[in-house]
């Protein structure tokens, strides 16, 4: 999630995956997992990632295929996954699973007319990260022995503390919330091809003037997942009221608005709910368990995850690694 007015504020740029050898990557798994199985359920036969008994396992395809680019960047990633709801943020959830009702709906008519295209983008729309989904991610993270660390409440929240308390050297999330939790140095794009971008938070803050506070009420100003705005409020102008009455209730009063529970706004960014934890770099995958796991046990088309498994294990010789499985 993720207000996507927010990269006009940030400093951001893209940085070859060279520079980025030999780090630790604490990364939103929910978010990263969910463009894996969006785009796997989107452009991949539904046959593939089904087992006998109806079970749909299109992230295992999702996971084994987006695995290797960290890798063969020599890059570990530290999964972080979410924790309980706040209730500020049960408000979208409603909202989001409202709109995939709708999307369900939709669907259900594509079908009946043979809208192939419109079938395609819509299942990939209702795609949600069920407990089938999130515990078989699980068991073959584990099983590649990629790290995973449970957040007390929001994931991207986490990774932004880890990256904070220098557990690991960067978070990574698609979404530009990273810079509100404070995160010093977040990538994104790590779902797509080419190389990732670094957002990075002192810079941003040097960039407009902006204390972290004043950066998150800008957002708060501009809308969040927890609040809607208020309206006529860009980024532009939210950066003019805080430069001009310092904080997010002089701007409010100067516009003569009100944002119910403010504060708690404010303290769901600055101070959230996290852990401190360690990570352990030195990873070493039972690829041949992995491969096992995925075709055997739930059944996936072998031809399908192939090829990630080979990146995969090439990427263990080229780091010295060859010994892994």
Same mark, same amino acid.
């Given at each position: ?33 969910? =463009?894996?199985?969006?785009? %796997?359920? *989107?452009? @991949? &036969?539904?046959? $593939?990632? +089904? /087992?006998?008994?109806?079970? !749909? ?63 395609? =983008?819509?299942?990939?729309? %209702?795609? *949600?990260? @069920? &407990?089938?989904? $999130?515990? +078989? /991610?699980?068991?073959?993270? !584990? ?73 998150? &009420?800008?957002? $708060? ?6 609040? !809607? ?73 072998? &031809? ?22």
């Amino acid at each position: 999630m993720g207000n996507a007015d927010l990269r006009s504020l940030a400093a951001i740029e893209e940085v070859p995956f060279d520079s980025l050898a030999g780090s630790v990557v604490a990364v939103d798994a929910h978010n990263w997992l969910y =463009r894996y199985l969006t785009t %796997t359920v *989107r452009w @991949t &036969d539904e046959e $593939i990632y +089904t /087992t006998d008994d109806g079970m !749909e396992v299109a992230n295992l395809v999702g996971v084994v295929q987006g695995l290797p680019k960290f890798f063969e960047h020599d890059l570990t990633p530290a999964f972080v996954f979410d924790g309980a709801v706040t209730d500020l943020k049960a408000e979208e959830v409603d909202r989001r699973r409202e709109q995939r009702e709708q999307y369900e709906e939709d669907l259900a008519e594509a079908r009946e007319r043979g809208d192939g295209i419109a079938v395609a =983008r819509l299942e990939s729309r %209702t795609q *949600r990260l @069920t &407990d089938v989904i $999130i515990e +078989t /991610t699980r068991e073959l993270l !584990e099983l590649l022995d990629v790290p995973i660390v449970d957040a007390p409440a929001e994931g991207e929240s986490q990774c932004a503390h880890m990256a904070r308390q220098g557990a690991v050297d960067y978070a990574g999330t698609e979404d530009y919330d990273a810079l509100l939790f404070g995160a010093p140095l977040t990538l994104r794009q790590l779902t797509s091809t080419g190389d990732p971008e670094l957002m990075d938070f002192e810079a941003t803050l040097e960039k407009h003037g902006l204390t972290w506070e004043q950066l998150v &009420d800008a957002a $708060i100003l501009i809308g969040t997942d927890f609040n !809607e705005g208020i309206s006529g409020i860009g980024p532009k102008t939210a950066i003019k009221l805080l430069q001009e009455h310092g904080d997010l209730w002089g701007a409010l009063e100067a516009r003569d608005e009100h944002i119910e529970g403010a504060d708690r706004l404010r303290n769901l960014f600055l101070d959230p709910p996290v852990t401190d934890v360690s990570v352990d770099a030195e990873v070493e995958p039972d690829v041949d368990a992995a491969r096992q796991f995925v075709v055997d046990t739930w059944q996936v088309d072998p &031809d399908e995850v192939a090829r990630g498994f080979e990146r995969i294990e090439d990427a263990m010789v080229q780091t010295g690694l060859e010994d892994w499985t």
